[in-house]
């Protein structure tokens, strides 16, 4: 009778593809399959939502998985969690452990490690558990008050695309647009103004630099007329052209009154008809004199004739 019939091959294969499957498993779920790791214990209220083979942290560095999971039925309430850690791993006395979740839904358990040197959790002890809901928590504790802004921010809204909703709106960002591209225009041509002031500063500085020069030369003898104009004796040359005006007045007097030739000849009309009619008669008396002057002077070699 042979020993490896067909049934025993078989049952070896089934065997053989079992025992597989469960070391893939754990290979899969990330759980040491040959290594002996110490095995401790933690209790929790709440696991919110921690399952076998989820990662064990210690100060930041993975030590170990979740081994199992429990409820307590001797502690009503509780939930007992069993995980493996490395034996190199040595848990001080008063350490905890906590679920810690993120928002994409990984969920890990940390061991907070207390400062015992001297005092260490054997293994097969239990730890004490809790929970930090860390930023889920945060966000958790802000749905009430979201809930509450909810309202008002649906009126916001409605506020808001009934605001849209008006021509107004739309005409008024156009005109935003037309002025946005007007102030571009502008900026350029003031840009184009910049560019030739500052080509042309050079020659306005020197033209500048020309007038301050002309400017001081004028002060210099604006200041040399004022030191001269400050030893003219002032007083004496005002006594000199009162004087002058006082002669003048006296003359004019002179001549505007009756004692004087000159005053008699323009103020007394009969004398200037007279005078006026004696030089006619001597302009006449000169126009005969050159017409016949036989009539006025005689001369003769042999003595007077009678006519």
Same mark, same amino acid.
Do not use: C, W
């Given at each position: 009778? $042979?020993?490896?019939?067909?049934?025993?091959?078989?049952?070896?294969?089934?065997?053989?593809?079992? &025992?597989?499957?469960?070391?893939?498993?754990?290979?899969?779920?990330?759980?040491?399959?040959?290594?002996?790791?110490?095995?401790?214990?933690?209790?929790?209220?709440?696991?919110?939502?921690?399952?076998?083979?989820?990662?064990?942290?210690?100060?930041?560095?993975?030590?170990?998985?979740?081994? /199992?999971?429990?409820?307590?039925?001797?502690?009503? =309430? $509780?939930?007992?969690?069993?995980?493996? &850690?490395?034996?190199?791993?040595?848990?001080?006395?008063? /350490?905890?452990?906590?679920? &810690?979740?993120?928002?994409?839904?990984?969920?890990?358990?940390?061991?907070?490690?207390?400062?015992?040197?001297?005092?260490?959790?054997?293994?097969?002890?239990?730890?004490?558990? =809790?929970?930090?809901?860390?930023?889920?928590?945060?966000?958790?504790?802000?749905?009430?008050?979201?809930?509450?802004?909810?309202?008002?921010?649906?009126?916001?809204?409605?506020?808001?695309?009934?605001?849209?909703?008006?021509?107004?709106?739309?005409?008024?960002?156009?005109?935003?647009?037309?002025?946005?591209?007007?102030?571009?225009?502008? %900026?350029?041509?003031?840009?184009?103004?910049?560019?030739?002031?500052?080509?042309?500063?050079?020659?306005?500085?020197?033209?500048?630099?020309?007038?301050?020069?002309?400017?001081?030369? %004028?002060?210099?003898?604006? /200041?040399?007329?004022?030191?001269?104009?400050?030893?003219?004796?002032?007083?004496?040359?005002?006594?000199?052209?009162?004087?002058?005006?006082?002669?003048?007045?006296?003359?004019?007097?002179?001549?505007?009154?009756?004692? =004087?030739?000159? =005053?008699?000849?323009?103020?007394?009309?009969?004398?200037?008809?007279?005078?006026?009619?004696?030089?006619?008669?001597?302009?006449?008396?000169?126009?005969?004199?050159?017409?016949?002057?036989?009539?006025?002077?005689?001369?003769?070699?042999?003595?007077?004739?009678?006519?």
């Amino acid at each position: 009778m $042979k020993f490896f019939t067909k049934e025993v091959k078989i049952a070896l294969v089934a065997i053989a593809g079992i &025992v597989i499957l469960f070391f893939g498993m754990h290979f899969l779920k990330g759980m040491p399959v040959f290594a002996n790791d110490n095995v401790y214990y933690a209790t929790f209220d709440d696991i919110n939502g921690l399952s076998a083979s989820n990662p064990i942290y210690a100060d930041g560095y993975q030590v170990g998985n979740v081994k /199992s999971i429990n409820y307590s039925y001797q502690k009503r =309430g $509780k939930v007992v969690v069993a995980f493996q &850690v490395d034996n190199d791993l040595r848990i001080p006395k008063g /350490s905890t452990a906590e679920i &810690v979740s993120d928002l994409m839904g990984n969920i890990k358990m940390n061991i907070l490690m207390a400062n015992n040197p001297r005092e260490r959790v054997e293994p097969g002890d239990t730890i004490v558990g =809790g929970l930090n809901a860390g930023i889920m928590g945060s966000v958790q504790s802000l749905v009430p008050a979201i809930q509450q802004m909810l309202p008002k921010v649906d009126s916001i809204l409605t506020s808001v695309n009934t605001l849209l909703a008006d021509p107004s709106i739309a005409r008024s960002l156009h005109n935003v647009e037309t002025i946005s591209q007007n102030l571009t225009t502008t %900026t350029a041509g003031l840009n184009a103004l910049v560019a030739q002031v500052n080509g042309r500063m050079p020659g306005l500085m020197g033209k500048a630099d020309y007038a301050l020069t002309k400017a001081g030369t %004028t002060l210099d003898n604006t /200041s040399k007329l004022t030191a001269n104009l400050a030893t003219v004796d002032i007083a004496g040359t005002m006594a000199k052209v009162d004087q002058t005006i006082a002669n003048v007045q006296s003359v004019t007097d002179k001549l505007n009154g009756k004692d =004087g030739t000159v =005053g008699l000849l323009m103020n007394d009309p009969g004398l200037y008809n007279n005078m006026n009619s004696t030089m006619r008669s001597a302009d006449s008396l000169l126009q005969d004199l050159k017409s016949h002057p036989k009539r006025y002077v005689h001369f003769s070699l042999f003595g007077k004739k009678d006519k």
